[in-house]
């Protein structure tokens, strides 16, 4: 686990694609999926990790980015104030419940508990059952209040916010 560098780009592109096509294959349709561009999220990758705000940390194994985690600033200005929001957490789906999410998820928090955040938040597609379960797995909390829907790729998805505080989401990884 490490801090993203640029030249990190077309893997976390790679990830990002082929992690949409597997774990959203049931929400949208093939042919949506099939034409995301891993160059076109490479060149924006580049421009995020070359002059963004956002902090990436990356997972590799045997020297290749096998998954990532983006976070900033918080966009949300709704009812739960909070001062980072995870942009993107994607795993290559062949190393999806061996542990490397979590052990991402441990760096990237042990990082942002060195700031004075108080909240975190991310969002997640309602559909998205093995995402909902890994995000309560690591102590992140449903805001109920804060559900909200968009249309991509014709298709209508649902997405809410979860809320978790850095001590507590750090309990939830180390229990004592």
């Known amino acids: 686990m490490r801090r993203a560098r640029s030249e990190d780009a077309a893997g976390i592109a790679h990830v990002h694609v082929r992690s949409w096509q597997i774990a959203y294959r049931d929400m949208l349709s093939r042919d949506y999926l099939e034409r995301l561009s891993v160059a076109q999220r490479q060149r924006q990758w580049q421009a ?30 709704e009812a739960v104030p909070c001062q980072i929001e995870v942009y993107s957490f994607y795993l290559d789906p062949a190393y999806w419940s061996r542990g490397v999410g979590r052990r991402l998820w441990q760096h990237a928090l042990a990082e942002i508990r060195q700031g004075s955040s108080t909240r975190i938040s991310l969002w997640v597609l309602t559909a998205n059952q093995r995402a909902l379960r890994f995000y309560r797995s690591l102590g992140f909390e449903c805001d109920s209040g804060s559900r909200t829907s968009f249309e991509l790729g014709g298709v209508t998805l649902g997405e809410e916010r979860w809320v978790g505080t850095p001590k507590g989401l750090w309990r939830a990884l180390c229990p004592a």
């Open 48 to 77: 995020r990790l070359k002059h963004d705000e956002t902090r990436v940390m990356v997972a590799e194994s045997d020297g290749r980015v096998i998954g990532f985690c983006a976070w900033g600033s918080c966009r949300d200005t």
